[in-house]
């Protein structure tokens, strides 16, 4: 029978899923692999992506954030970041299904500084109507320095 | 005698017209033309200036997206996958990384990109699959979709 247009679907094939035996195998070594690696403190530099204040950031080791809102820690108190998404280094990541475990994972950060933002001018004017308004804005800001990434070889 | 008002000869001058005007030209030096010399055209170009500011953070928020979202489609067609099959399966994997940490990842970190957009391309094809099914056509219905060519 001749090919028309129709002979075949219009969506392009699939190719097979590998064996889910064969896989599960595979992944089982993969994450032993991985746990050795962590466990033997086989990994450089570790950078995560840490959930915050309504914001996602990718952190590293002793780096500085600046948060447009107020925490209520003093000046100086350690905090551990939870909820983190992912975290990676030079040979592995891990990623979290939305969050990584808190026994898996834990970051911690000082809280450096707390100040106001420079003063924003929100300006408000519409033409031949008389009618101008100027107000300015200082946002609270907190500056955190992350202290530490710590991994522990607990995978499954 | 007690004096609740001022007498009316007394009249009070402006002396510090000098910061007032000040005030207002310090926001205007970096401008071009008399505009950053002369009170008159300053004080018009800093209204105008700060309404278009204030208008412009609200937009930077809509172009850092639109910044992002180019950014992580460049990097997913390198691996050979679209920005909306890229998005959609790495939502429907469970992983809630957003459009900026999704862009820095793909300048900084290209190795974990290239997992995430592996990991994207796997959640396609099982997509597909389940979609598919078993590629049985129901009973009593005939299709043009041949099997066998001769």
Same mark, same amino acid.
């Given at each position: 029978v001749a090919k028309t247009s129709l002979t075949s679907p219009?969506?392009?094939?699939?190719?097979k899923l590998p064996d889910p035996v064969e896989e599960a195998k595979y992944h089982a070594e993969v994450v032993q692999k991985v746990n050795g690696m962590i466990s033997a403190g086989q990994y450089g530099r570790l950078f995560a992506v840490v959930h915050f204040a309504s914001k996602q950031w990718k952190i590293t080791s002793e780096d500085l954030i600046m948060m447009d809102n107020v925490l209520e820690a003093e000046c100086g108190d350690r905090i551990r970041l939870e909820k983190v998404l992912l975290v990676g280094a030079d040979d592995f990541?891990?990623?979290?299904?939305?969050?990584?475990?808190?026994?898996?994972?834990?970051?911690e950060a000082t809280v450096i500084e707390k100040t106001e933002s420079w003063p924003k001018i929100n300006m408000r004017f519409w033409k031949r109507h008389n009618y101008q308004r100027k107000k300015i804005i200082t946002n609270p800001q907190t500056v955190l320095r992350i202290n530490t990434i710590e991994i522990y070889p607990c995978l499954s | 005698m007690v004096v609740l008002s001022a007498a009316r000869w007394v009249r009070s001058r402006l002396t510090d017209r000098?910061? &007032?005007?000040?005030?207002?030209?310090?926001?205007?030096?970096?401008?071009?033309?008399?505009?950053? &010399?002369c009170y008159k055209l300053a004080v018009r170009s800093v209204r105008r200036a700060f309404v278009r500011s204030t208008k412009a953070r609200r937009e930077k928020k809509r172009f850092l997206r639109a910044l992002w979202i180019t950014r992580i489609e460049a990097a997913s067609l390198e691996h050979g996958l679209k920005y909306p099959a890229f998005i959609s399966n790495l939502v429907k994997s469970q992983v809630e990384l957003n459009r900026k940490v999704l862009a820095d990842l793909a300048i900084y970190e290209p190795k974990t990109f290239k997992s995430l957009a592996a990991l994207a391309?796997?959640?396609?094809?099982?997509?597909?699959?389940?979609?598919?099914?078993d590629g049985k056509e129901p009973e009593g219905i005939f299709s043009r979709i041949v099997r066998h060519h001769y």
């Open positions: 219009p969506w392009p094939e699939v190719p990541t891990l990623i979290g299904r939305p969050l990584l475990g808190k026994d898996l994972v834990r970051v | 000098f910061w &007032r005007v000040q005030e207002v030209l310090k926001y205007a030096r970096h401008f071009r033309g008399r505009k950053n &010399r391309q796997r959640r396609r094809q099982e997509g597909f699959l389940a979609a598919l099914g």
